[in-house]
């Protein structure tokens, strides 16, 4: 099996800025999209030399850019007074879907994180996953059916 | 679909070359002598390619320095500058550090004996190879010419045959005689 080897990062980023910069914009408007945006390619460049091969580059881009979005939704705009919610529990479902996961095969993981962890829509994550809203939607009930078989052993 | 903006884009690359990010950075040249594609690393200046299809360009400097090949202003900024004056005729010698790390020791060891032929002097491929230490490899001083990383900074064009000849020059004789006459070389 051979597996797609990792282009020069100019690449990775004039292949998915556009559609980077469109989601960024549509989860958080277009002001606090150029920061959010800035800081997704520089967090691919810190991690870039850690990855092994380049499948799924672009899941991989849409996972940080909705980290950077979910962060950004938090932190309070400055020029809004807005009351702090409470939370169920401190810990953000993201963190906790990631870790349980781990072992699933990436397009899977990716479906079931973008999903339940950062709340997309099928058609976002088929994007990001170069697929379809279907196959996003199949990829993520595969995933939380082998989670839970998983669960059960 | 609103695309990332000009100034955005810019913003960026100059951010991941500002924070130390990138293996190599590069941008394109103008010059009298067409388009020069520049490179640099942290270390120094890495490479000027004559007629360069970027994408080649950027997949060989990915496996020479590091994957982390972005186009950025910033750091060729004082290659751009320099090369304009030298191209206006107004410098003589480029202060840049270069990086040659990934050459062979040979290779490396007659670029250095290169970058010490003045302005406006030529010398024979003999002569050079003899400065370099190994009297009878000229015919190996032409191969290092010819792939020369450093084109006008590490200037190959000084280096002529026996007879006086301009003999070759991988951007072209044209662009060798340019640069000949311009320093004055050649009349």
């Known amino acids: 099996m051979t597996e797609m080897t990792l282009p020069p990062f100019e690449r990775f980023y004039e292949a998915h800025r556009e559609e980077i910069y469109a989601f960024l914009v549509r989860r958080l408007g277009h002001d606090r999209a150029e920061d959010a945006f800035q800081e997704t390619f520089l967090r691919a460049l810190r991690a870039y030399p850690k990855l092994r091969h380049g499948e799924h580059l672009r899941a991989w881009a849409y996972t940080i850019a909705s980290r950077i979005a979910v962060d950004e939704h938090r932190r309070p705009r400055p020029d809004v007074d807005l009351p702090e919610l409470a939370h169920l529990d401190g810990r953000p479902a993201f963190a906790e879907l990631e870790h349980l996961a781990d072992a699933l095969p990436p397009t899977e993981r990716a479906a079931v994180v973008l999903r339940y962890g950062y709340d997309l829509d099928y058609a976002d994550i088929g994007t990001a996953l170069g697929s379809n809203a279907t196959a996003a939607r199949q990829a993520a009930s595969a995933g939380i059916r082998r989670l839970r078989r998983k669960d059960l052993s | ?187």
């Not at chain 2, 590091?66 to 320099?82: C, E, K, M, N, Y």
């Not at chain 2, 491929?125 to 032409?142: H, I, T």
């Open chain 2, 1 to 187: 679909m609103t695309p990332v903006s000009p100034d955005l884009d810019r913003r960026f690359r100059d951010a991941a070359a500002r924070e130390g990010l990138l293996d190599v950075a590069y941008d394109v040249v103008d010059s009298p002598i067409g388009a020069l594609f520049v490179a640099a690393t942290d270390r120094g200046l890495c490479r000027i390619s004559y007629d360069a299809e970027p994408e080649r360009e950027v997949e060989s400097l990915a496996k020479a320095f590091g994957l982390r090949v972005l186009r950025s202003t910033r750091p060729i900024d004082a290659a751009r500058h320099q090369l304009d004056e030298y191209f206006d005729g107004k410098r003589h010698r480029f202060e840049l550090d270069v990086d040659l790390a990934p050459q062979a020791d040979f290779n490396r060891l007659v670029l250095h004996e290169l970058a010490r032929v003045p302005y406006g002097e030529v010398v024979t491929y003999g002569q050079l190879a003899a400065r370099a230490a190994r009297p009878r490899a000229a015919r190996a001083v032409g191969m290092v010419m010819n792939r020369n990383p450093l084109p006008i900074v590490l200037p190959c064009h000084r280096v002529v045959g026996a007879n006086g000849k301009l003999v070759g020059y991988a951007g072209g004789l044209d662009r060798k005689e340019t640069l000949l006459r311009l320093e004055g070389a050649l009349l």
